[in-house]
């Protein structure tokens, strides 16, 4: 029983995500009823999650279902917490896009279906111990994306991102694939724990085959997070997919992606980490430099929103060299990190998504020229957002910054703290260029502005409020967290992964 | 929890700027909130310096832990350095405040606001992330009041000042996290308060240097020393005059103060060691910036070289190490913010009815507007060194500073120190005194506000000329402070 709880969210998300498949056929199910359904299902997953994640000041580490699974999936801290970032996404994914997606007529009931099949295949990735069922999971998410991408099927720009996504996205799970049976020939294993136990064992392991096998999965995972040289399908798909999809894929699919890999680098890799590290540094360097370079040159919003996403890709793979025996908040720094990008990414797309869908298209940066006389509620969100992510202090963003830079420089990577920086002080350009052109200059168009409705703004003053608070909070306001609590939950988190 | 004053002295602003904001106060509305914070704020102030002790140590301190995992705490404190800065940002924003008071809109009042409490706070911190916390802070109302209110090509301005400023912040951020983690490697604990900073032993001396410039820079292009002054012009130019105001006279001064309280205690030895290439830093930026204000045709531009052709002046005076360089340079501090300030103040309004800033379409102003004519003329000959001046004592000082240092140093400063009277007179002559024959007859002399607003500066800068000691006592003990246990200089 008490395993049964352990999976309970996986569960409900599931389950959500079958019944919404099979109601879907129904004409009476509106758009409007099933983003409710999924709302609560994730809801109920939410619930049971925190029940998983609140255990005060223990770490735990549980394997659910041993006999059956054998040792498949782990519920830990490290996992709840992961899990409570997915399904908070997306929650919130949910409540900004509902408007947009009733606004577009191609939307369907089936895309909740497979929103929640992406969910679970999120969570599940997050919760694998085992390199076999990571891949599936992996590929659950992944192929519940293409389709959400090409979901608006009458335009052909979603189809092109689909297809292209389709493809690169499946030769980079080769690589993935290809990398297991390494792994597995070198340690006759694919279990996480096992394999780090393994090569310890340097007599009975091939550390070269170890090395290679590390190196196609290091390879899959620079490709989804679109780090360089893998960056190129981003901009793309990315910009090709629908607004919400967007920001759900940029926000919280990333942190995914690394809940699983760092699992794997922390607990297996251990010994062979620093194989890869003066490589990672290049690859660093580089995704830096031309995720700012891209992120410069965008005139559309959200291609730039899309390109920069990359130079934070870059942000948090020098927090990924920073694990190291001298640094101890390389990893809980990353765990950070992703809690304050999410946060501003999914509030910058959601609300680029949600006042596209009604007002008039606002795609380049010229169309948000006087933006704040128009829509000074929303301009004064969408300067949040801007100065979150350009890491200004008051906001999460500045506390997430300041997380990595230091533990670079703890793990001794102060020149990578300094190339983080110049990215940082690149990025306070073009961030600062739509807060410039949305309150100072003055608009052509002042006729008739839609008032808002919906629960949209709502959510993205929400989630406005969480960046500043995740920035100035403090552990003042009794039983409310703070930023101490967030970072020692990342800390707890990460212990977590030793125990057990 | 209970706020210590420091703290209300910071958050009333914001407070008030937040509750203008969110309520339906109207342009008027706001800036008599304004207007009555910053008076409130005054009081506040005066009794901090009524009570402030003679003593060179940290006092009013406030303490609380903000983010424990890493030791960054809410830690505030005063010594006679901030205590003489905070007087000149509580006198000057009231006197401001009267002049900009027809007019403005609410957008104004709440950058302003929040300019307020970004000074404060910068000024009061202990810890070094909350300093850069409120050192980044203070530059998004200064970035939106440049760009929504300023002139000419203003978004270009604001984005120019912002980036610059941030980058060199950003190099501050850098020294301040390798500070903070080779405090924890070398006592196992982390803490960013800059108690615990000075005690760190264990840097070579190449780190430290990477760090002191990482420092330095930071500071340099806030004041701007040159040759990171290339900012200055365009926004100087381009600021309205509430920001232009703030810019020159304040913040401007939060440079040399950074140095002051950061640099100077962190790293005392190369503070000496460097010191005499900032010393001559300072002179030739004394030297450049006079010869470029002379050139110039706009007397706004004309103002903001010589604003920071005295910050040279005053850096020169921080690293005379000793007691007269650096109190005069704590007194010029002042007598440039007020007389700066003032004449920004000035130029505005005459720019306002007018709408001309060259000086050679100017001339006859002084029959039009005289009062108007006689502040302009305590402002400048304050600037220029008068004696019975506060400018004249300042300058004195550190020139006498200067020659301590090394009679060269001083010689030069007592000669360069004439550019300014050159320009200066030659400017006041031409746009104000001389009748050029041009049509200035939309020029009003000064309302009943106006003189009120500027009768305190006016009066203060008499004032500290005539009786110095006055002034003096309070930041003496901090200056011995710094010199005797910090740099530990005996002289």
Redesign the interface.
């Known amino acids: 029983m008490i395993d049964f709880i352990y999976v309970l969210p996986l569960f409900f998300v599931g389950l959500g995500a079958i019944s919404l498949m099979i109601v879907s056929t129904f004409k009476s199910v509106t758009i409007r009823k099933g983003s409710i359904t999924t709302l609560v299902f994730l809801s109920m997953a939410f619930i049971s999650n925190l029940y998983n994640l609140n255990t005060g000041d223990e770490v735990y580490s549980h394997y659910p279902f041993i006999d059956i699974f054998n040792k498949m999936i782990i519920v830990d801290t490290y996992a709840s917490y992961f899990s409570t970032i997915l399904i908070l996404g997306a929650i919130l994914t949910i409540l900004i896009g509902i408007h947009y997606f009733e606004k577009h007529k191609e939307f369907t009931v089936e895309f909740f279906s497979l929103f929640l099949f992406s969910v679970f295949g999120m969570m599940l990735l997050v919760h694998a111990n085992e390199l076999i069922s990571a891949f599936v999971a992996l590929e659950i998410a992944s192929i519940s994306l293409y389709v959400m991408i090409g979901f608006e099927k009458v335009i052909s720009k979603r189809i092109e991102a689909s297809y292209r996504y389709l493809v690169l996205g499946s030769l980079a799970g080769v690589f993935f694939l290809l990398g297991t049976s390494f792994v597995y020939g070198a340690t006759g294993t694919t279990t996480i724990g096992t394999i780090g136990d393994m090569s310890l064992n340097t007599f009975a392991t091939n550390m070269n085959l170890l090395i290679i096998g590390g190196t196609m999965i290091l390879i899959t995972f620079l490709f989804k997070i679109a780090a360089f040289p893998f960056q190129n399908w981003a901009i793309d798909v990315y910009s090709g997919a629908p607004l919400p999809v967007t920001a759900y894929m940029a926000a919280t699919f990333k942190a995914a992606i690394f809940g699983f890999v760092l699992r794997l680098f922390i607990v297996d890799f251990d010994l062979i980490r620093d194989f890869w590290d003066d490589a990672l540094v290049y690859v660093i360097i580089l995704t830096l430099a031309y995720g700012s370079f891209l992120a410069i040159i965008q005139k559309s919003l959200k291609r730039m929103l899309v390109a920069s996403s990359i130079v934070h890709t870059g942000y948090l793979l020098i927090a990924f060299t920073s694990i190291s025996a001298l640094g101890e908040s390389g990893a809980s720094s990353i765990i950070f990190y992703l809690v304050a990008y999410f946060l501003s990414a999914v509030g910058a797309f959601g609300l680029i998504a949600y006042i596209s869908s009604d007002d008039h298209l606002r795609i380049t940066y010229d169309d948000f020229r006087g933006f704040a006389k128009i829509r000074p509620y929303m301009a004064a969100m969408l300067s949040i957002f801007m100065l979150s992510l350009a890491g200004i202090p008051s906001t999460i963003g500045f506390i997430g910054k300041f997380y990595i830079f230091t533990g670079a420089i703890e793990a001794g990577n102060t020149i990578l703290a300094v190339v983080g920086i110049i990215a940082t002080f690149i990025s306070v350009y073009y961030y600062f260029k739509l807060i410039a052109i949305m309150y100072f200059y003055r608009s052509a168009e002042m006729t008739n502005v839609p008032p808002l409705k919906g629960v949209a703004p709502v959510v993205i003053a929400f989630i406005a409020l969480a960046i500043i608070w995740g920035g100035v909070g403090n552990t003042l306001v009794a039983y409310f967290p703070g930023v101490d609590l967030l970072i020692d939950m990342a800390k707890l988190s990460y212990e977590s992964l030793f125990v057990g | 929890?209970d706020f210590g004053i420091l703290s209300i002295i910071i958050f009333l602003p914001m407070f008030v700027a937040f509750t203008t904001l969110i309520l339906p106060f109207g342009a008027k509305g706001t800036r008599n909130a304004a207007f009555l914070t910053s008076i409130v704020i005054f009081a506040l102030v005066s009794s901090v310096y009524y009570n402030f002790e003679l003593t060179g140590f940290l006092q009013f301190r406030e303490h609380?832990?903000?983010?424990?995992?890493?030791g960054i705490n809410?830690s505030l404190g005063i010594d006679g350095f901030s205590l003489i800065i905070l007087m000149l940002i509580a006198t000057l924003i009231p006197s401001a405040y009267l002049w900009l008071w027809e007019g403005r809109t609410k957008g104004y009042w709440i950058s302003m606001l929040l300019i307020q409490t970004g000074i404060t706070g910068t000024l009061f911190s202990q810890d070094l992330?909350l300093f850069?916390?409120?050192w980044?802070?203070m530059?998004?109302p200064v970035?939106?009041i440049i760009?929504?209110f300023g002139t000419g090509n203003?978004?270009f301005s604001?984005?120019k000042v912002?980036?610059f400023t941030?980058?060199g912040s950003?190099?501050m951020?850098?020294s301040i996290?390798?500070l903070?983690?080779s405090f924890?490697n070398e006592y196992g604990f982390w803490s960013f308060s800059l108690n615990d900073i000075v005690q760190i032993n264990n840097l070579t001396r190449t780190e430290e240097i990477w760090l002191f410039f990482g420092f330095m820079i930071a500071f340099a292009i806030k004041i701007p020393l040159f040759p990171f002054h290339t900012w200055l012009l365009q926004t100087y130019s381009n600021s309205p005059t509430g920001g232009v105001f703030l810019l020159s006279s304040i913040m401007a001064k939060l440079g040399v103060y950074g140095i002051v309280r950061f640099v100077m205690p962190i790293f005392p030895e190369l503070y000496k060691e460097f010191a005499p290439i900032f010393v001559w830093i300072g002179i030739f930026g004394l030297i450049y910036f006079g010869i470029a204000a002379m050139m110039q045709v706009n007397i706004k531009k004309m103002f903001a070289y010589s604003s920071a052709s005295h910050l040279g002046f005053i850096v020169t005076g921080i690293f005379s190490l000793n007691v007269f360089g650096m109190t005069g340079a704590a007194f010029l501090i002042i007598a440039h913010a007020m007389a700066t300030g003032g004449l920004f103040l000035l130029v505005g309004k005459m720019e306002y009815d007018l709408g001309i800033k060259a000086i050679p379409a100017l001339g006859g102003i002084a029959k039009k507007a005289p009062i108007f004519t006689v502040f302009f003329g305590i402002m400048l000959l304050c600037i220029v060194g008068l004696p019975g001046t506060n400018g004249f004592v300042s300058e004195f000082l550190i020139i006498l500073g200067a020659f301590g240092f090394s009679p060269t140093a001083g010689i030069v400063s007592a000669f360069t120190v004439l550019i300014a009277a050159s320009f200066m007179l030659w400017m006041f002559q031409r746009a104000i005194l001389s009748d050029s024959g041009n049509d200035v007859s939309k020029m009003t002399d000064l309302n009943k506000k106006e003189i009120l607003g500027m009768l305190p500066l006016a009066f203060l800068i008499i004032a500290m000329g005539i009786y110095p000691d006055w002034f003096f006592y309070k930041i003496e003990p901090t200056i011995q402070h710094y010199l005797l246990d910090i740099l530990q200089i005996r002289n």
């Open positions: 929890m609380y832990t903000w983010i424990s995992s890493y809410y992330i850069y916390f409120f980044e802070a530059l998004l970035f939106m760009g929504m203003r978004v604001t984005i912002t980036v941030i980058m950003l190099f951020l850098i996290l390798y903070g983690v924890f």
